[in-house]
């Protein structure tokens, strides 16, 4: 049981180059994340996929759009990549988001790494 | 809209010190609260959560309480070792909105021997 896993964990782009984030989870989690890290912002939300088929923004969107493959995997994609895209990303998933009493606890994976020249 | 506010870091403590990370948030209804940790390198772990008002989180000798009456939920443990040292997050969740679980900032926390 691997938990969340992500790849690559580590890539350096130039700018106006595009790449794919990977995400998979063997939970059988029917909710899923994308969120960036930067110094001193904590965690902001990309975009989340709360079930099979369905993805919404979350609260810094622009310059990325995801893929919910399937259940399990759950890509994100940087069309053109800029330098304000550098940071850390993590994926992460839940049991059910929208579930009534959902409390959500989620499970991150072990992030990626981005560098934006 | 919902918002967390946590201490801001670097917190530096000795081995076996006391240790209280303040949390206080901002949110309709009753939300979730949640205490993440980050070790050097590594993804986010839930460390505890409480999903009502007075309900204690306890995980690994840390310690939160849901205090509805001061909108906080304070990270406690009694005796710190150095490998306590992490970055440490509040969270709260609401289902509803464009971001369903909102983090703090984080708080970078160093326990040196």
């Known amino acids: 049981n691997a938990g969340v896993t992500q790849t690559p964990k580590f890539q350096v782009l130039k700018t106006g180059q595009s790449m794919t984030l990977q995400c998979a989870q063997d939970m059988n989690h029917n909710s899923m994340y994308w969120y960036r890290q930067d110094p001193g912002m904590g965690l902001r939300l990309i975009y989340y996929s709360a079930s099979e088929g369905t993805t919404d923004k979350g609260e810094v969107p622009n310059g990325y759009n995801v893929s919910r493959l399937n259940k399990r995997e759950f890509s994100l994609r940087l069309e053109s990549a800029a330098p304000s895209q550098t940071s850390v990303y993590f994926c992460?998933?839940?049991?059910?988001?929208?579930?009534?009493?959902?409390?959500?606890?989620?499970?991150f994976g072990p992030g990626t790494r981005l560098t934006v020249l | 809209g919902n918002s967390v506010t946590q201490m801001e870091g670097p917190v530096t403590l000795s081995e076996e010190a006391f240790l209280t990370i303040n949390c206080t948030y901002t949110?309709?209804?009753?939300?979730?609260l949640f205490w993440y940790v980050q070790y050097p390198g590594e993804g986010l772990q839930l460390l505890l959560k409480?999903?009502?008002?007075?309900d204690k989180g306890s995980n690994k000798g840390f310690e939160a309480t849901y205090r509805k009456e001061t909108t906080s939920f304070h990270l406690e443990k009694g005796s710190v070792q150095v490998s306590d040292s992490a970055v440490y997050f509040c969270?709260?969740?609401?289902?509803?909105?464009?971001?369903?679980?909102?983090f703090g900032k984080g708080t970078r926390l160093s326990v040196i021997a």
């Open positions: 409480a999903t009502k008002a007075d």
């Open positions: 992460a998933s839940s049991e059910a988001l929208r579930a009534s009493g959902a409390t959500d606890t989620q499970y």
């Open positions: 969270a709260l969740f609401r289902p509803s909105g464009n971001t369903p679980l909102v």
């Open positions: 949110a309709t209804g009753y939300p979730s």
